[in-house]
């Protein structure tokens, strides 16, 4: 085994007096697909915040326990908050592309980081585009307003957004519950192309979608860490009774 790309040890996490995280241990290999599931309300959103610091926006959270992204401790104090969003990206539930044009919602990141090439910026834009499988469906109108695409190729631009500014890990919080069925097959599709470069953890409540998806599967149940393993044997033979309970429909 090689050195874990991500890993949170003892991760306790409180909003206000709550404690929604009591104490998670888990580690992400490099590349590949890890599903995140349990119950609503178990914590796996909160988890996901966790891994590139989207809690900070939270008032009155408290965090203790170690993340390690490589080798650096990104609760640090001398951490770039905007550097490890970069190399840690996001995509939400909700498709969310701004109010613009395709092109400047893939290169958003690129300007902010003050990329003014425009040979650089079109060069990312259709690589972004192509991995996130969406450059065939609206390369002949890249100036048309995002909002004014599909709600699947909405949330494929968001990925591309993400994917221009050369992430290592991708971390995506229910990303096809808001799409039609159609859309979320080629999401999923798309992530299945995406695991061999990327380290992917996405959170689903849709267990065929982890089963069919995710090389590794880690079980959240009321913000403890239950059970983590390959996908296949946390479906056909899980280790605890709560997973077995679980993905056998009985709670949940
Ligand atoms: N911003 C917040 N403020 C207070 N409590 C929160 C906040 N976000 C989530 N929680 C609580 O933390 C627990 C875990 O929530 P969440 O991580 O969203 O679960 P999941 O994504 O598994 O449905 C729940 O009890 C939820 O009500
Ligand atoms: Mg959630």
Redesign the pocket.
């Known amino acids: 085994m090689t050195e874990p790309i991500i890993t949170t040890d003892n991760l306790h996490l409180f909003?206000?007096k709550?404690e929604?995280l009591k104490g998670i241990d888990l580690s992400f290999q490099e590349r590949g697909i890890t599903a995140l599931i349990?119950p609503?309300?178990?914590?796996?959103?909160?988890?996901l915040r966790c891994l590139n610091r989207m809690n900070d926006l939270?008032d009155d959270v408290t965090i203790t326990g170690n993340v390690m992204f490589r080798d650096q401790n990104i609760y640090a104090p001398d951490t770039d908050v905007v550097a490890l969003r970069k190399e840690v990206g996001m995509v939400f539930q909700q498709p969310n592309p701004f109010p613009f044009s395709i092109y400047e919602n893939v290169i958003y990141g690129l300007r902010l980081a003050g990329v003014k090439d425009k040979q650089k910026l079109d060069e990312a834009v259709e690589r972004s585009l192509r991995q996130a499988a969406v450059w065939d469906e609206v390369k002949d109108d890249l100036q048309k307003n995002a909002l004014e695409l599909s709600g699947g190729q909405q949330q494929r631009v968001c990925i591309a957004r993400v994917l221009a500014v050369s992430p290592s890990v991708l971390l995506l919080d229910e990303p096809t519950s808001a799409l039609d069925p159609v859309s979320s097959h080629v999401i999923e599709e798309t992530l299945l192309q995406l695991r061999y470069d990327y380290t992917i953890i996405t959170?689903t409540h849709n267990l065929q979608q982890a089963s069919r998806i995710a090389d590794r599967t880690a079980f959240?149940l009321q913000g403890e860490l239950i059970e983590t393993n390959d996908t296949k044997k946390i479906f056909m033979a899980p280790e605890k009774q709560e997973t077995q309970d679980y993905i056998s429909g009985r709670f949940g």
């Open positions: 909003y206000g709550k929604a349990g609503s309300g178990c914590g796996k959103s909160t988890y939270i959170v959240f």
